[in-house]
């Protein structure tokens, strides 16, 4: 069973639309981390939280320690940022590993 | 500065064969860590290194092995292929351990055929 799941698996956006995606965990974490993967494979680290509140740009990351949960939000959505979202967690005391969601697909169109 | 850089990009190995995959961190980087992805299982942690030394493994058989050098380039080894080993593997590379920033390479695509 995943211990990360994420929310919703796929998703279609048109251009300039706010995009959530979500990511539960089960127990207490000491690092939350969203990553981005294009095509290729390549994957890019976008955010480490362990509470609060990120933003870069476009993309805007928070977290809830309490409810074990976090989103990913992407104001005025591109069709460059069409890729796959990851949230993945360091449980507490299992020093670096990290336990990944299986993924948002996102696609935004024109 | 560079990148992390995984060598090579892609391969094609026979079953029962073994494989060798390559990783080299950012400049100062001392740790490194390997991950499996698969469309079925998704990404899996697989082992850390740090300072020549493994901290941490995830769970995979023993057939899948590494080990880190001096100048903390990492490799991987995978022995007695089998065709459910065909996968992206990537490494990622962290300044220390327990840190929480980490920096991914391009992978490598394995085919097991």
């Known amino acids: 069973k995943n211990e990360v799941e994420q929310s919703p698996q796929n998703l279609t956006a048109q251009e300039g639309e706010f995009i959530t995606i979500n990511c539960s965990y089960s127990?207490?974490?000491?690092?939350l981390h969203w990553l981005q993967q294009h095509p290729g494979g390549g994957i890019v680290s976008l955010f480490m939280?362990?509470?609060g509140k990120k933003k870069h740009g476009r993309l805007i990351a928070t977290i809830n320690i309490q409810e074990k949960h976090s989103s990913l939000h992407i104001t005025a959505s591109h069709p460059r940022d069409s890729a796959v979202y990851i949230c993945?967690?360091?449980?507490?005391?299992?020093?670096?590993?990290?336990?990944f969601g299986t993924g948002t697909r996102l696609q935004v169109t024109l | 500065k560079a990148g992390v850089t995984q060598t090579p990009r892609y391969l094609i190995k026979t079953r029962g064969q073994q494989v060798t995959l390559s990783c080299s961190p950012i400049?100062?980087?001392?740790?490194v860590s390997w991950y499996q992805q698969t469309p079925g299982q998704g990404l899996q942690f697989l082992f850390e290194?740090?300072?020549?030394?493994?901290?941490n493994k995830g769970n995979f058989p023993g057939r899948f092995s590494g080990r880190q050098f001096s100048n903390s380039r990492s490799e991987m080894n995978v022995s007695t292929l089998e065709l459910g080993d065909s996968a992206l593997y990537l490494c990622?590379?962290?300044?220390?351990?327990?840190?929480?920033?980490?920096?991914f390479g391009s992978g490598t695509r394995l085919t097991v055929v």
């Open positions: 990622a590379s962290s300044s220390a351990l327990g840190t929480y920033s980490y920096t």
């Open positions: 127990v207490g974490i000491s690092a």
């Open positions: 939280l362990s509470s």
């Open positions: 993945a967690v360091r449980y507490t005391g299992t020093a670096s590993k990290l336990t």
């Open positions: 400049s100062g980087h001392r740790s």
């Open positions: 290194y740090f300072s020549e030394t493994q901290r």
